[in-house]
């Protein structure tokens, strides 16, 4: 194999790659959100179809299918980073606005809503967390909870915010649903405080799930696939994706220590976090109208007559910042998916959080993290270029071959292989480098796609956005031109098929990188100069 072929094989990898980054989908059923009616069902004596039956006990409420349960008071809760709806019917969060992250970078005062009832407009399908006990007639996420106010804010000063709901039954169980949410942080704690004052010990776990409908084409790129999904996490099995379609196929059933349960989506996750030292049971349903649920249920907990207790959990809903997601529990930042590179991928995110510490700008973090790189792979790159360089020196001997032998290809071969040894020429001399590099090109391309940080991240002029396109279409149109330059320096294919193929895939490119974040075309554009250039000095110098 020449240089060429094996230029063009490196070069219809990276299409390939980006032609299955860009069309892969989900092909499960397009799932449409249910809307919930008041019925005027006494639904303390009913259990939606959702609540999971505790481990080893059979349930000891009826089941009902979901579009029963009814909506109740709206609880608002403001902190520096959330707005979040509760929903006195069953005290779960049903709206959860996140307050430094605008839906878009036109509506800068327009908070992103991670998680929805469904019944917006802007937020059309379902995300919710639901939460209920299980055992001794204790509230499930359908229960009607009563509060002290409508609406509660973080003071200034305040470092922490608790939500206390209460509930009671007729027999003298008293049950208290807190959340405490902390300033600047996305993780929040749940407890359930149980006073039993019935004549009997009361046994009882609590669950705690997220319930959801996969994204409508509203939210769905068309170039760029990111998975959306439920993951559970192991002591041993730290990331296991458990899709949509695999949910459908069987329910989960597994004991879990040391783990968790999320749903994620592209910049964002909810998680639930398991206590280390229990084992807790993590499962997976599909509820009416394909509603995917993801949760785990604590270990049983028992409280005497007379007597009180809680029973206690930790949450995340927000960002995908890998510094909080450290500090929460074990792998809860491989929710950052940077998939089969994250070897690579990690320390290359690692050096871009430095650079834009010092730089304060996402765009010339990139462009100094590419010259970086580019001078990692400096000597890599030179031996390429002095390769093609030489190649090209030859090319019109090289030329003159296939006018002498036409469709002697093995004499062909043969005198091309004596001009190299002659001329001292490796054939595979550009090769190597450009192989090698690949791997991280296609790491760097998952950090700046995975990357919450590089959402909605301004560079100049008309690039506010370098997790958007490219509104006037600049950058692709660049990268096309610089690719062009590029086949322009090289020598050309005397295979007149590979030399079409060649000059097709600055086209291609340019197509796809049309409508990819301009972050990554951005690093494309500098990579492309920062090339043409070395490669331009190389051949002077050789050709001179």
């Given at each position: 194999?020449?240089?060429?072929?094996?230029?063009?094989?490196?070069?219809?990898?990276?299409?390939?790659?980006?032609?299955?980054?860009?069309?892969?989908?989900?092909?499960?059923?397009?799932?449409?959100?249910?809307?919930?009616?008041?019925?005027?069902?006494?639904?303390?004596?009913?259990?939606?179809?959702?609540?999971?039956?505790?481990?080893?006990?059979?349930?000891?409420?009826?089941?009902?299918?979901?579009?029963?349960?009814?909506?109740?008071?709206?609880?608002?809760?403001?902190?520096?980073?959330?707005?979040?709806?509760?929903?006195?019917?069953?005290?779960?969060?049903?709206?959860?606005?996140?307050?430094?992250?605008?839906?878009?970078?036109?509506?800068?005062?327009?908070?992103?809503?991670?998680?929805?009832?469904?019944?917006?407009?802007?937020?059309?399908?379902?995300?919710?967390?639901?939460?209920?006990?299980?055992?001794?007639?204790?509230?499930?996420?359908?229960?009607?909870?009563?509060?002290?106010?409508?609406?509660?804010?973080?003071?200034?000063?305040?470092?922490?915010?608790?939500?206390?709901?209460?509930?009671?039954?007729?027999?003298?169980?008293?049950?208290?649903?807190?959340?405490?949410?902390?300033?600047?942080?996305?993780?929040?704690?749940?407890?359930?405080?149980?006073?039993?004052?019935?004549?009997?010990?009361?046994?009882?776990?609590?669950?705690?799930?997220?319930?959801?409908?996969?994204?409508?084409?509203?939210?769905?790129?068309?170039?760029?696939?990111?998975?959306?999904?439920?993951v559970v996490s192991t002591k041993d099995n730290p990331y296991e994706k458990i899709n949509f379609d695999d949910m459908q196929d069987?329910?989960?059933?597994?004991?879990?220590?040391?783990?968790?349960?999320?749903?994620?989506?592209?910049?964002?996750?909810?998680?639930?976090?398991?206590?280390?030292?229990?084992?807790?049971?993590?499962?997976?349903?599909?509820?009416?109208g394909n509603k995917y649920v993801i949760g785990m249920v604590t270990p049983q907990a028992s409280i005497a007559p007379g007597s009180?207790?809680?029973?206690?959990?930790?949450?995340?809903?927000?960002?995908?910042?890998?510094?909080?997601?450290?500090?929460?529990?074990?792998?809860?930042?491989?929710?950052?998916?940077?998939?089969?590179?994250?070897?690579?991928?990690?320390?290359?995110?690692?050096?871009?959080?430095?650079?834009?510490?010092?730089?304060?700008?996402?765009?010339?973090?990139?462009?100094?993290?590419?010259?970086?790189?580019?001078?990692?792979?400096?000597?890599?790159?030179?031996?390429?270029?002095?390769?093609?360089?030489?190649?090209?020196?030859?090319?019109?001997?090289?030329?003159?071959?296939?006018?002498?032998?036409?469709?002697?290809?093995?004499?062909?071969?043969?005198?091309?292989?004596?001009?190299?040894?002659?001329?001292?020429?490796?054939?595979?001399?550009?090769?190597?480098?450009?192989l090698v590099q690949i791997p991280v090109f296609i790491a760097l391309y998952w950090v700046l796609l995975e990357s919450v940080e590089?959402?909605?991240?301004?560079?100049?002029?008309?690039?506010?956005?370098?997790?958007?396109?490219?509104?006037?279409?600049?950058?692709?149109?660049?990268?096309?031109?610089?690719?062009?330059?590029?086949?322009?320096?090289?020598?050309?294919?005397?295979?007149?098929?590979?030399?079409?193929?060649?000059?097709?895939?600055?086209?291609?490119?340019?197509?796809?990188?049309?409508?990819?974040?301009?972050?990554?075309?951005?690093?494309?554009?500098?990579?492309?100069?920062?090339?043409?250039?070395?490669?331009?000095?190389?051949?002077?110098?050789?050709?001179?």
């Amino acid at each position: 194999m020449d240089t060429f072929r094996t230029m063009l094989f490196a070069a219809l990898v990276l299409v390939v790659f980006m032609m299955w980054q860009a069309w892969e989908k989900d092909y499960g059923q397009t799932a449409t959100p249910v809307a919930t009616q008041a019925t005027g069902q006494d639904v303390t004596a009913a259990a939606p179809a959702d609540v999971p039956q505790a481990p080893g006990t059979v349930a000891s409420l009826r089941a009902t299918p979901d579009s029963v349960a009814s909506r109740g008071k709206r609880i608002k809760v403001h902190t520096d980073v959330y707005d979040i709806e509760l929903d006195s019917q069953g005290g779960d969060i049903k709206k959860a606005y996140l307050l430094k992250y605008p839906t878009t970078a036109k509506e800068p005062d327009q908070p992103f809503a991670l998680m929805s009832d469904g019944l917006s407009d802007r937020m059309p399908h379902l995300f919710i967390s639901q939460t209920g006990l299980l055992g001794g007639g204790a509230p499930n996420h359908s229960a009607p909870y009563s509060s002290d106010a409508d609406r509660y804010s973080l003071k200034d000063g305040e470092d922490k915010l608790e939500v206390v709901l209460h509930w009671r039954n007729a027999e003298g169980l008293v049950v208290d649903k807190v959340y405490t949410f902390h300033r600047g942080r996305y993780d929040f704690e749940l407890e359930y405080r149980v006073a039993n004052h019935t004549p009997k010990a009361w046994q009882g776990s609590m669950y705690r799930q997220f319930k959801r409908t996969e994204d409508t084409g509203v939210e769905k790129s068309r170039f760029l696939y990111t998975y959306t999904g439920g993951v559970v996490s192991t002591k041993d099995n730290p990331y296991e994706k458990i899709n949509f379609d695999d949910m459908q196929d069987q329910d989960l059933k597994l004991e879990i220590k040391q783990g968790w349960v999320a749903m994620i989506q592209h910049y964002f996750v909810g998680a639930w976090i398991g206590d280390e030292g229990q084992t807790h049971h993590a499962y997976t349903k599909v509820s009416e109208g394909n509603k995917y649920v993801i949760g785990m249920v604590t270990p049983q907990a028992s409280i005497a007559p007379g007597s009180s207790g809680s029973i206690k959990a930790r949450a995340y809903v927000g960002p995908k910042l890998q510094e909080q997601l450290k500090e929460l529990a074990p792998n809860l930042e491989l929710t950052v998916d940077y998939g089969w590179l994250t070897i690579l991928a990690e320390p290359i995110f690692w050096l871009m959080k430095w650079i834009q510490s010092v730089v304060g700008n996402w765009g010339w973090t990139i462009i100094l993290l590419t010259i970086a790189i580019k001078l990692m792979f400096y000597k890599l790159s030179e031996t390429s270029y002095k390769s093609m360089a030489n190649l090209r020196r030859v090319h019109p001997r090289l030329q003159s071959l296939k006018e002498r032998f036409g469709d002697d290809k093995q004499g062909m071969q043969q005198a091309m292989m004596k001009i190299y040894k002659e001329e001292k020429i490796n054939p595979l001399g550009g090769c190597l480098p450009i192989l090698v590099q690949i791997p991280v090109f296609i790491a760097l391309y998952w950090v700046l796609l995975e990357s919450v940080e590089m959402r909605q991240a301004p560079f100049i002029l008309w690039l506010d956005d370098l997790s958007s396109k490219d509104p006037y279409y600049v950058l692709p149109l660049l990268m096309g031109a610089s690719m062009l330059i590029q086949q322009k320096l090289n020598p050309a294919p005397i295979d007149p098929v590979q030399a079409k193929i060649m000059m097709m895939l600055p086209i291609v490119f340019t197509v796809f990188f049309a409508f990819f974040p301009s972050g990554l075309v951005l690093y494309w554009v500098a990579n492309n100069v920062l090339s043409i250039t070395q490669q331009w000095v190389i051949t002077k110098r050789i050709a001179g």
